[in-house]
């Protein structure tokens, strides 16, 4: 908001408006965008559609604001202003000195780190899960797990994800392959007294989970399957020993060309 810069005039506001922002409370996920990128429409292809008040927000987010609003509409251009520069953050940082800034940030864990104690720590990126606004919001991504976190402060959290696309983390690794970590093998084993859990336990926990997950996703499509255990009388289950009519279609046709090969001879 406006009042959040502490500004006395109009003219010290547009001043210093990208300054501002980026240094506001719970925007440090975003990088100072270079005026030259702003200032060419090429970047800023097909934003005035998406944009309301698209060119007073592209004159305040570039320093040319000179409009006397009354503090509603000054209130919408602002927000316009804030979601334009996010729209163009997402394409700034995948560019060359983007990535340089971000990754700057990055080696400084701006970001945070990794809540995963296998992971030591390590550094996160900020990422979206979608391209398009109003869908989702930022997640943090590890790139020693390859996992996905929420921010940890609701500021963040409350960022759309779009300002920072579905790709930059992954071109940041391909244009700096040498920072991309290298995965561990490494994972929390249970014991008992220092004794490990016997790992036929742990399979059975699984295919139960499994089973029981199956009997969830059978229920929404209104489909009932028992399983041999669980069926209340031996009619219910499936005989295995009795074969299924595919299969005994199957043998005759196995055995009346085992026949005619007979006869052939």
């Known amino acids: 908001m406006m009042e959040d810069f502490n500004s006395e005039t109009d003219s ?10 980026v240094s506001s409370r719970g925007n440090e996920y975003f990088c100072e965008i270079d005026e030259d990128y702003l200032t060419d429409r090429f970047n800023l292809t097909g934003l005035n559609t998406e944009v309301p008040y698209y060119q007073y927000a592209l004159d305040l987010v570039t320093d040319v604001f000179d409009l006397d609003a009354d503090d509603d509409l000054r209130e919408q251009i602002e927000k316009s202003a804030r979601h334009l520069y996010g729209l163009v953050h997402a394409r700034y940082i995948v ?3 983007g990535l340089a800034k971000m990754l700057d940030k990055y080696k400084k864990c701006d ?8 992971c030591e720590g390590h550094p996160l990126l900020p990422m979206g899960q979608f391209d398009l606004p109003n869908m989702s919001t930022v997640k943090l991504y590890c790139p020693k797990c390859e996992d996905i ?3 940890k402060s609701s500021r963040h959290a409350s960022i759309d994800g779009a300002y920072f696309g579905t790709s930059f983390h992954s ?6 392959p040498a920072l991309n970590p290298e995965k561990s093998m490494r994972r929390y084993e249970p014991k008992i007294y220092g004794f490990k859990v016997h790992a036929a336990a742990a399979l059975a926990r699984w295919q139960d989970g499994w089973r029981e997950d199956l009997h969830w996703r059978l229920a929404e499509f209104d489909m009932t399957h028992k399983f041999i255990e669980e069926s209340e009388s031996e009619e219910d289950g499936f005989d295995y020993a009795e074969e299924p009519e595919g299969a005994k279609v199957d043998k005759v046709v196995a055995e009346t060309a085992s026949g005619r090969m007979d006869l052939g001879k």
């Not at 010290?12 to 922002?21: E, I, L, P």
């Not at 970001?111 to 296998?118: A, N, Q, S």
């Not at 071109?171 to 700096?176: H, S």
């Open 111 to 118: 970001f945070g780190k990794c809540p995963r104690v296998v």
């Open 171 to 176: 071109i940041l690794f391909q244009v700096y």
């Open 149 to 151: 976190y929420n921010p």
């Open 12 to 21: 010290d506001y547009t001043s210093y408006w990208r300054d501002w922002f």
């Open 95 to 97: 560019t060359t000195r």
